[in-house]
């Protein structure tokens, strides 16, 4: 399973769906309480749950790992956990994942500079008070040092989405590779 960690705005979501289209790989459709964006649909974007389902599951033993983040809950569910599957996740759901999964994942962590992260934003559409309060929080949930494990720390802002995706690929099945090899 290829795992994707990087701030708001870093990349991670884009590259995804490259490696998707390019690669054959599949979207794991994460659940969120989190209110859907423009243009998201429910079950192909995330399976969007009110807060009350979302812990109920929780407390089922439905998520292999959860997490919050800026004030709602995500989660990934046991049942879709699958090695030709892109995950993205934050700090606390790699950390989970790592030590749940271990070898069979890969972990890339995207790091993009701030200046860049709040143009992409701006031009998503967030509002100017959205952006200010992501840079911040960003700058120090995702910092490297907030995770047990990173196999490649990838730098968004020197290459273009198709080959930050051949790279991110190439990686990938290097480090299957050489792990398959043990």
């Excluded at 998707?20 to 423009?38: D, E, L």
């Amino acid at each position: 399973m290829l795992v994707m960690v990087g701030a708001s705005a870093s990349g991670k979501t884009e590259i995804a769906k490259l490696i998707i289209r390019h690669a054959g790989f599949k979207k794991m459709v994460t659940y969120t309480t989190r209110p859907m964006r423009k243009g998201e649909k429910d079950g192909v974007d995330y399976h969007f749950l009110s807060v009350k389902e979302f812990l109920k599951r929780r407390a089922e033993g439905f998520f292999v790992e959860t997490s919050e983040y800026n004030g709602h809950y995500y989660g990934t569910s046991f049942d879709s956990v699958a090695h030709d599957r892109v995950l993205i996740v934050d700090p606390s759901g790699a950390n989970t994942l790592y030590a749940r999964l271990g070898g069979k994942a890969v972990f890339f962590l995207l790091e993009t500079p701030k200046s860049i992260r709040a143009e992409r934003m701006f031009a998503r559409g967030d509002t100017l008070e959205d952006i200010e309060k992501r840079l911040e929080r960003d700058d120090l949930y995702f910092d490297r040092h907030n995770l047990t494990h990173i196999d490649f720390i990838i730098d968004t802002s020197k290459k273009s989405l198709d080959e930050l995706c051949e790279d991110i690929l190439a990686r990938y099945r290097r480090c299957l590779r050489e792990r398959n090899r043990l």
